[in-house]
């Protein structure tokens, strides 16, 4: 005990540094490895592929970082954009997994409701690109009427890192209920029919959103405590999350302001000379 | 006596039970109580006035020739004893009757009170103090008879003249000669009245009255309370105290704050007086230890005189918050000129490296301890734009940084503190301004600095750099091993198929609504997590904190031509070269800043010094002692050169000696190399000496066809021509401005190694642009390397390059410097921070956390320009520029080289992992004193002193950091604002 004491206060150059001021950001701390408290174990499916395809193989460790800070990335992307009507929440389990919903808002299929979930490929950037598969297979010539996949690999034949983006996929996803491509259906009855006879393909499509917004209160497909799930209107708790979804848009600055982190300038804008600002006091 | 001894003892006992005796009785009882004692007192008065008859103006006369006489016994005889203590009987039951009296209706004054005045019965009572000896008893009786009464008394008396007036008497009789005990009772009740003031304004005019009516304009409680501005203990504290409140008074009230600022002496004994007492402060202090770096509260707490330094230095922070513009201007204008300026920066000039490192020790308290905005600014001004004898401080603080002393540490220390401010005026100087040009990259990279690193490529190959001795797969530090036993309880997977995955609560903590969720493997290196929370933090703090800055800083705002003109049209003055000198050995950055060098590319060039100036006679002379070991600082450390030039000789050294092979051609005689950067006369012996450098660089230099004869046995002889023909060249320059030809030297630089260097048929002239261009992407160029580039190159029979170099070379003569403007040059702030680090293996464990501190915070910065620089792997930069990361691939092959020659290597790792781990759980042990997992038991011991171990463990970590803040940045710096 007496040694360890010893040898700590040989050491204190760290210690004094993070006591020195309030003002300093402890920065300069280096953290050996300890145990998060709040990491809590869960199993999940072996994803033999999550590391066998880094770039830099000899630290295997670090590639689980680098794949979440690219789909983290991918994902702020996303909110950029704003994409009308589309809305995405990546999963509890595994970043990989992106649940999603549509709204379309005119068009054959307006009204139409459907909930999706993106795959993406353990390998991003690198590998194929992600899936798209509707909850409910819609009707439409590109929609596997079995599996409900979208086909986006028509799109986005080769996937290119820096190139192509997760947004692009989820624009994919919306476009085609707005334009129809028949070309190489997946669901080939819809593809006829809407070359064929229109006004039998515009039924099908009604009965096909009919469907659809009939489960949209079902429980979600996934098991995961951020899948997407509708409820009725219920005031006890829609209310208030409405109200704060209207005010939160003046919060950020608030919540700044609390923190009382401000940093310091006296550069007049256009200069690039220190203490150039025209209400500095004179100091000669 | 028997007042004081009433007001000391009766004050709570006496006078309640007084009080309870007369709240029954009723007020006109009191009024005839008064006045008979009165009478009794008036009796006893008169009979001792030799002038029976007299007016109050006379006698306030008399009592103001009896102060400044010093109010000796002037009428009649000795009054008895009995006589007197009749008279404080008298008094002290008035008194309290006085003080118990309630007001009048509607405010009138109660009828005790109205006597009082109508009699001016204060002034006469203060007059027969007077007529007595007027000793310090006599005052601290009499100041406790007015602090008793202001305090207490339930209607307001200071309204009054007849009140005030003798106050004011009393008050300005006791300034100036009285012992300790009658100022503290004089300030306390100064402090007294000044709360009265803030409370009621309309005391204030009054306060201005009585002043003018005693002949001076003069606000005398403000004026009393200013000689115990710098006391210590609590007289002084509450006479900062009471000054407070006036200065609070002065903003809203302009009259005070004209006569503040221009009838008193306020600001400059507030000033003068930081001066008086850093003046006591010690010149040299004792250091605890080697690692010591900046003075924490428990040193300075032992520190008497620093306290009451950091006292007054927070009352003048204090005073510039609340008090007037006026006053605070002046404050802040006689802080600068009259304690900065002539006091400070020659302390930052001392003589020997331990006074040079207290006062910079001083200076980074002092910044610490400034919090208003404007008293920041003025010691960020000193510290930015000061010349002191014609060196910015900056600059001098900076190269600072490289002294292998404890100063260098300190300085270290006062950079984070800086940088550590958000300042934007500061980080401009320190290291934007450099970066603003742009010329630091190649020209196709400015499209690169605002991109967006989508795939942490930064981080990946930042971290692959980590050394294979620390690689978490082949050698688990202990705790690792421990982690995955842990992780490892929550599932009963067999680990090597299972995958764990854990979900970080805590990022979420800071509300910024993502959820990470992480697949990992079961090596996953834990303690990333923690980096990458600290980044988020950092990063988050410091980008809210820079929503203030006046531009972007991203390549494009501020433009890199305007950045270019600004700084060419200010800042004219040169520098002087022979100050300072930054470690020369890699960046080799002109010693004067860009715009200086180009202001004084248009002067005449400097005559050649016919001998060596004296002091770089005396440097050689010292720095030759050193490389004997038989260096004193003390006795012969006269001037910075020689600190900084003695550790380039170390720095030399020490690689010779060790472990720098690769840096094959050193110069032989360094002593004088060093001098070849400041004067022409050395540059030509260094030459000389150097004659077989260009062929060791394997460059084969064909004949030219104008006057130079350059071979490895004539160089002795060329050497001249080398001035002739750089003067031919200067001549035949087209453009007039040195920053347009840099421009164009950019590009035609960057364009001609774009098609010279895939030109794999080596020519004559391509093969030699190629070693040029080798020699420039050499991370390890000394400044001899690079001179004999720029000497080899005028054989080349490339017009472009010849021009080139023709006119590089001639700005580097005329100037002086070792670089033009047009060179690329990041900064002497970063080129030192970089060679500190360079030279991580042999630094102290200390030193490399200040370092390594202070890089990440610079990394945190979310400017682009900033950004890109310090951890963009994939930027090109220019050949000559060192980065970051060019600096952590060298550290990793010297700790590989170090690892793979010394057996036990992965041993002490292990050992030096322990022990700091042990070292971080005190640390948090104290800060929390929670009693968290105790490490495991260190297996072995390791000395401090094997730096290269504990360099590698923190280099590993240093990593790990740096990867976490690029990774951090990539999503924080895009994230929409509304987010």
């Given at each position: ?10 050491q204190?150059?760290?210690q ?15 953290q ?15 994803s033999?592929?999550a590391?066998a395809?880094?770039a830099n193989?000899?630290h ?5 970082f ?22 995405v929440?990546p999963?509890?389990?595994s970043a990989?997994?992106w649940?999603g ?10 009204d139409?409701v459907?909930?999706?979930t993106v ?7 690198d590998?194929?690109?992600?899936r ?11 929609v596997?009427?079995v599996s ?10 080769k ?6 983006h997760i947004w692009?996929v ?5 476009t085609v209920f707005?334009?129809?491509n028949?070309?190489?259906p ?5 593809a006829?029919?809407?070359d064929?006879?229109?006004?039998l ?10 469907l ?19 409820s009725?209107?219920?005031?006890a708790?829609?209310?208030e999350?409405k ?10 600055e ?9 940093g310091?300038?006296?550069v007049?804008?256009?200069s690039?000379q220190?203490?150039?600002?025209d ?6 | 006596?028997?007042m004081?001894?009433?007001?000391a ?6 006078r309640q039970?007084?009080?309870l ?5 009723d007020p ?11 009478a ?5 008065l008169e009979?001792h006035?030799?002038?029976r008859s007299n007016?109050?103006s006379?006698?306030?006369?008399l ?6 006489s ?15 203590s ?18 009048g209706?509607a405010?009138?004054m109660?009828?005790?009170?109205e ?5 001016n ?9 007077l007529r ?9 009786e009499?100041l ?9 008394a ?8 007849p009140v005030?007036?003798p106050?004011?008497?009393l ?14 009772e004089?300030?306390?009740?100064l402090?007294?009245?000044?709360c009265?003031l803030?409370k ?10 009585t ?11 403000f004026?009393?309370l200013i000689?115990?501005i ?7 504290q509450?006479a ?30 507030l ?12 010149t ?6 080697e690692?010591?770096h ?5 040193d ?8 009451q ?8 922070n204090?005073v ?10 002046q404050?802040?204008s006689y802080?600068y000129?009259?304690?900065?300026v ?8 001392k ?13 980074d ?10 008293l920041?600014?003025?010691?960020l001004?000193?510290i ?5 004898e014609?060196?910015?401080?900056l600059?001098?603080?900076v ?5 292998p ?14 940088i550590?401010l958000?300042c934007?005026d500061?980080m ?21 600095v605002?991109?967006r ?13 980590t050394?294979s ?6 050698s688990p530090?202990p705790?690792r ?13 067999s680990?090597n198929?299972g995958?764990m995955e854990?979900e970080?609560?805590?990022l ?8 990470c ?15 990458l929370y600290?980044?988020?933090l950092?990063?988050s703090s410091?980008?809210?904190?820079c929503?203030v ?8 705002d501020?433009?890199?031509e ?10 004219p003055a ?20 860009p ?7 248009s002067r ?15 440097m050689?002379?010292t ?21 900084y ?12 000696d060790?472990?720098?092979p ?5 110069p032989e ?16 012996s ?8 260009p062929?060791?660089n ?22 001249k ?8 060249h ?23 190694i774009r098609t ?7 020519t ?6 190629k ?5 420039f ?11 004999e580039?720029?000497?080899s190159?005028?054989?080349?029979d490339t ?10 070379f ?11 403007h ?9 080129s ?11 630094n102290?464990?200390h ?7 202070i ?6 910065y979310p ?8 951890l ?9 520029v060192r980065?970051?990361?060019q ?5 990793k ?8 020659t ?6 002490l ?18 800060d ?5 997992n ?16 504990f ?27 509304e987010?």
């Open positions: 005990m007496n040694k360890q004491r010893s040898d700590s206060e040989e204190s150059g760290e004094q540094q993070q006591r020195a001021s309030p003002a300093r950001p402890s920065f300069g701390k280096k050996l490895p300890s145990i998060p408290k709040n990491a809590v174990p869960i199993t999940k499916p072996a033999p592929a590391t395809q880094l193989g000899t295997a460790s670090y590639g689980p680098y794949l979440e800070y690219s789909l983290l990335a991918e994902f702020t992307l996303v909110i950029k954009q704003k994409l009308p009507g589309i809305y929440q999963s509890y389990k990989l997994m649940f919903v549509i709204f379309i808002r005119h068009g054959l299929y307006q139409g459907f909930k999706f795959y993406i490929p353990d390998n991003y950037p590998g194929e690109c992600p798209v598969v509707f909850d409910i297979p819609v009707f439409h010539p590109l596997d009427p409900g996949e979208l086909d986006v690999r028509r799109a986005f034949t996937w290119r890192r820096n190139h192509n692009q989820l624009m994919y996803a919306r707005y334009k129809i028949t070309m190489e997946l669901n080939p009855e819809a006829v029919l809407y064929k006879d229109v006004q393909f515009k039924s099908k499509v009604i009965d096909s959103v009919k659809c917004n009939s489960h949209l209160f079902d429980q979600p497909k996934m098991d995961d405590p951020y899948a997407i799930s509708f009725s209107w219920n005031p708790i829609h209310d999350a109200e704060r979804m209207f005010t939160h848009k003046r919060r950020p608030d919540h700044h302001k609390g923190l009382q982190v401000s310091l300038s006296w007049k804008p256009g690039t220190p203490f150039s600002k209400d500095n006091p004179p100091l000669s | 006596m028997m004081a001894s009433m007001v003892n009766g004050n709570r006992d006496g039970g007084e009080a005796v007369l709240k029954g009785v006109e009882t009191c009024m005839i109580v008064f006045k008979n004692h009165w009794q007192v008036v009796k006893i009979k006035d030799p002038l007016t109050s006379n006698m306030a006369a009592g103001v020739i009896g102060l400044s010093g109010g000796p016994m002037r009428f009649g005889g000795p009054i008895p004893g009995d006589e007197a009749a008279v404080q009987n008298y008094v002290e039951h008035m008194l309290f009757l006085l003080m118990e009296e309630d007001a209706q405010g009138a109660g009828p005790i009170l006597f009082v005045v109508m009699e019965v204060m002034e006469r009572l203060f007059l027969w103090s007595r000896q007027f000793t310090d008893d006599m005052k601290l009499q406790k008879m007015y602090e008793m009464i202001v305090g207490q339930r209607q307001p008396l200071l309204h009054h003249k005030l007036r106050l004011m008497m008050l300005s009789s006791c300034s100036g000669t009285a012992g300790p005990e009658v100022e503290a004089l300030v306390s009740l402090n007294q009245l000044c009265v803030a009621d304004q309309s005391v204030l005019e009054l306060f201005f009255h002043s003018e009516d005693q002949g001076a304009a003069n606000f005398l409680i004026s009393l000689p115990f710098h006391r210590e203990g609590l007289v002084g509450q900062r105290d009471a000054l407070l409140l006036i200065m609070s008074l002065s903003a809203e009230n302009q009259r005070v704050a004209q006569h503040i600022a221009e009838n008193t002496y306020f600001c400059p004994v000033a003068t007086g930081l001066s008086g007492l850093y003046s006591s402060l010690p040299k202090l004792e250091v605890p230890g690692e010591w900046c003075l924490h509260r428990e300075w707490l032992q520190m008497p005189t620093l306290v330094f950091l006292n007054s230095l927070e009352f003048c204090a510039i918050q609340v008090a007037h513009p006026s006053i605070r201007d404050l802040v802080i000129n009259g304690f900065l002539p006091v400070l920066a020659p302390a930052l000039h003589l020997t490296l331990e006074e040079v490192m207290t006062t910079t020790a001083y200076l308290l002092f910044v610490r301890s400034v919090s208003e905005p404007i920041l600014q003025t010691f001004s000193f930015l734009l000061h010349r002191h014609n060196v910015h401080i600059d001098t603080l190269s600072r940084i490289n002294t002393f404890q100063l260098g540490t300190v300085s270290l220390a006062l950079f984070q503190t800086l550590g958000y934007e500061v401009l100087q320190l290291i934007l301004r450099y970066l603003i040009p742009c010329n630091h990259m190649m020209l196709s990279q400015r499209r690169v605002k991109e690193d989508f795939y942490s490529v930064s981080a990946a190959k930042i971290l692959a750099l050394p001795c620390c690689s978490p797969e082949h530090p705790l091993q421990l982690d995955s036993i842990l992780w490892s309880k929550g599932t009963d997977n680990p198929t995958t854990t970080e609560s805590f979420e903590e800071d509300g910024s609504g993502y959820s969720v992480i697949g990992s493997e079961i090596y996953l290196d834990v303690n990333y997590l923690h980096y600290n980044a988020r950092g990063i410091c980008t809210r904190a929503q800055w006046s531009a972007p800083y991203d390549g494009e501020p433009p890199p305007e950045g270019r003109q600004a700084q060419t049209t200010t800042d040169p520098t002087n070269q022979l100050e300072l000198e930054w470690d020369d050995s890699y960046d080799a950055g002109p010693v004067v800043p715009e200086a060098a180009t202001a004084e590319s005449p060039p400097q005559p050649p010094a016919a001998e060596p100036p004296k002091h770089i006679q005396e050689r002379r720095a030759i002692m050193l490389v004997k070991g038989s260096y004193i600082e003390e006795s012969d450390f006269q001037d910075d050169v020689m600190v030039d003695l550790v380039a000789k170390k720095d030399a050294r020490d690689t010779v060790r472990r720098r690769s840096r094959e051609t050193l005689s360094d002593m004088d190399s060093e001098f070849n950067l400041e004067e022409d006369h050395f540059k030509v260094s030459l000389q000496e150097k004659d077989e450098v062929l060791s394997g460059l084969s230099l064909p004949p030219h066809p104008t006057n130079m004869e350059v071979n490895s046995s004539e160089v002795t002889k060329g050497s021509e080398v001035k002739a023909h750089v003067a031919d200067n001549s035949n320059l087209q453009s007039p401005l040195a920053t347009e030809v840099g421009d164009d030297l950019m590009d035609q630089y960057e364009e001609l010279l260097g895939s030109d794999e048929a080596g004559g002239g391509s093969s030699h642009v070693t040029v261009d080798k020699e992407r050499n991370p390890v160029v000394t400044p001899m390397e690079e001179d580039v720029d000497f190159s005028f054989s080349v017009p472009e390059l010849e021009k080139q170099h023709s006119s590089l001639g700005t580097k003569l005329r100037s002086g410097s070792t670089r033009s047009s060179v690329p040059f990041t900064g002497p702030f970063v030192v921070l970089l060679s500190r680090l360079e030279n991580m293996l042999d102290s464990l030193v490399n956390l200040l370092l390594t501190g890089l990440a915070q610079l990394a945190a400017q682009p320009l900033l950004q890109s620089f310090l963009n792997t994939n930027m090109v930069f220019q050949p000559s980065s970051l990361y600096v952590l691939a060298s550290l092959n010297q700790i590989e080289q170090q690892a793979s010394k057996k036990d290597f992965p041993e790792i292990t050992s030096a992992q322990h022990c700091l781990l042990a070292r971080e759980s005190s640390l948090k042990g104290q929390h004193k929670t009693s968290n105790s490490p495991p038991p260190q297996p072995k011991t390791i000395s401090l002193a094997r730096t290269e171990v360099a590698t463990v923190l280099f590993t970590e240093f990593l790990k950091e740096l990867a976490a803040i690029a990774q951090e940045h990539s999503i924080l710096s895009h994230v929409p604002m987010e």
